[in-house]
């Protein structure tokens, strides 16, 4: 290799290095977290600041969720959607202090389903929006929140 | 045609399906034991049964739980049973408590230090019931092995259960003696009564979700004592393996379903 | 980092099933007390490969239990997921399918 396209080479490098953010730990240079989006106060801003404001309703997103919660620390939530090409499931909380619960990607070799356990601080709807072929589509379920038992 | 008819009636008699109480819950508290996460415990649990320690710096792998010496499976299904070498009814904290101080020499009072736990932190007590209880689960619950002792253990359950006492004159029949009461949304289960032992016996010890502490029968006890004002009874006493035996005898012949989710 | 973290993947009807428990307190913060301290990334991958991206909040619950399911599947593939915390504290386990 001539020297100085070695040199080159070298320069490039190390500007990626840089732009990579050398001096964060190893962790954070793969994982995003969107802040914004998971300190938004409102379902509405949570899903404009995901982009996925305006999503349609979809009878092909399937919610399995009890009825009614004993209660709020666990509740179980089963999400599927059966839009060909989901490629992503944001997960919302419409009542809670902060709405977004969850986001997953789904890149290749994964289905767009997962089941998870929320905290709901009362009843509330749970909103999916899931992101198909650059669109998004929701649907939404209601779970009644309740306290049960002595606090024993 | 008739032969095959008469035992296809004489299986449906021999297998009848236990009748258990229905919750309005029932929908949640399936979901939530699928998806729960008290295998973690488990392994915890696992960790503590294997673990040296004592004067005598041995594991409580050779502690007989009522099926032989360090015999898991099933072990938590047959209790509270009679034990020769202690010459009373225990149940499975009593019984481990005893193990802890004779397998391994630990003190009483090192041992039950820290029986209860806390959301951050389980106990060793709790962890073991986890691991212990998982190996039964599928199984009819069958407390007992037949001795005298434990028909008189559970008859003392019995009168514990009705005798009210402390400021408020309450007994455990107090909440749990009528059907179709409540506290707040949970209905209060009748527990001398099969139908509503059944599903409540079968699901302990359970990882408690308003708490999320993991909880065992003893703390059951303990704090339903709490709750009815009265004096704190002593861990692993003859009080306590009454009520457990009392509860557990109503609720035999249930598949085991633990160790398990609470509200 | 503290507690145990177990996944258990198995083949079923011709996808695999990943079923994976985390111990984590999952702190909301709120009461002010202690700060928020919570998983915000997992991730799940198939013989090295990343295939699941996820993003979570405080608002799933303490000692989270997720359910996935990945495309197909074979014996011998080897599933990673691994989890990184607020605090930059950082957990994994792997199992290959039997």
């Known amino acids: 290799m001539k020297p100085q396209r070695r040199g080159l080479l070298k320069a490039a490098g190390a500007l990626a290095v840089l732009a990579a953010g050398l001096l964060k730990p190893m962790a954070a240079l793969a994982a995003t977290w969107h802040k914004e989006a998971f300190g938004a106060k409102t379902a509405p801003d949570a899903l404009r600041t995901l982009g996925a404001a305006g999503a349609e309703p979809s009878g092909a997103i399937v919610i399995e969720a009890p009825q009614i919660a004993e209660n709020g620390a666990v509740v179980p939530i089963e999400i599927t959607s059966n839009i060909p090409g989901t490629t992503s499931i944001a997960v919302l909380i419409e009542k809670n202090p902060f709405p977004l619960a969850a986001k997953f990607d789904f890149l290749d070799g994964a289905l767009p389903y997962v089941k998870l356990n929320a905290k709901m601080g009362e009843t509330s709807d749970v909103r999916v929006v899931a992101t198909a072929g650059g669109r998004n589509y929701t649907a939404a379920k209601e779970i009644k929140v309740t306290i049960g038992g002595c606090g024993g | ?263 | 980092m503290a507690g145990p973290m177990k996944m258990r993947a198995t083949l079923a009807g011709g996808n695999t099933d990943v079923r994976v428990l985390m111990s984590h307190p999952m702190d909301t913060g709120q009461g002010g007390k202690t700060p928020p301290y919570f998983i915000q990334n997992v991730t799940v991958k198939v013989n090295g490969r990343t295939v699941i991206e996820g993003q979570i909040s405080q608002a799933i619950s303490r000692n989270p239990v997720f359910s996935f399911r990945l495309k197909g599947g074979s014996k011998g593939d080897r599933i990673e997921v691994s989890w990184l915390d607020n605090k930059g504290d950082s957990n994994k386990t792997d199992a290959v399918i039997a």
């Open chain 2, 1 to 263: 045609m008739r032969a095959i008819a008469c035992s296809a009636l004489l299986a449906l008699a021999v297998t009848p399906a236990l009748a258990q109480k229905q919750s309005p819950f029932a929908e949640y508290q399936r979901m939530a034991n699928e998806n729960s996460p008290i295998e973690l415990f488990e392994i915890l649990g696992e960790e503590a049964w294997k673990k040296r320690q004592g004067t005598k710096n041995v594991s409580l792998e050779q502690c007989d739980l009522g099926q032989g010496p360090g015999v898991l499976k099933g072990a938590y299904a047959g209790l509270p049973r009679y034990f020769a070498d202690a010459d009373r009814v225990m149940d499975l904290e009593t019984r481990l408590l005893h193990c802890m101080m004779t397998l391994q020499g630990r003190s009483r009072e090192e041992a039950t230090k820290r029986v209860f736990g806390n959301a951050d932190n389980p106990s060793e007590m709790a962890l073991l019931s986890a691991y212990i209880a998982r190996a039964s689960n599928g199984m009819p619950m069958r407390p007992g092995s037949g001795h005298p002792k434990e028909r008189a253990t559970i008859e003392l359950g019995q009168k514990l259960y009705f005798h009210r006492a402390g400021p408020w004159d309450f007994s455990c029949a107090s909440c749990h003696g009528e059907e179709d009461k409540r506290i707040r949304m949970s209905e209060l289960p009748v527990l001398y009564k099969p139908e509503h032992a059944r599903p409540m016996l079968s699901t302990w010890p359970s990882y408690r979700v308003s708490t999320s502490v993991l909880v065992t029968l003893q703390w059951r006890m303990n704090d339903c004592y709490r709750q009815m004002r009265m004096p704190e009874p002593v861990y692993g006493s003859e009080a306590t393996v009454a009520l457990i035996s009392f509860m557990t005898k109503a609720a035999e012949g249930a598949t085991y379903r633990g160790p398990a989710i609470k509200r």
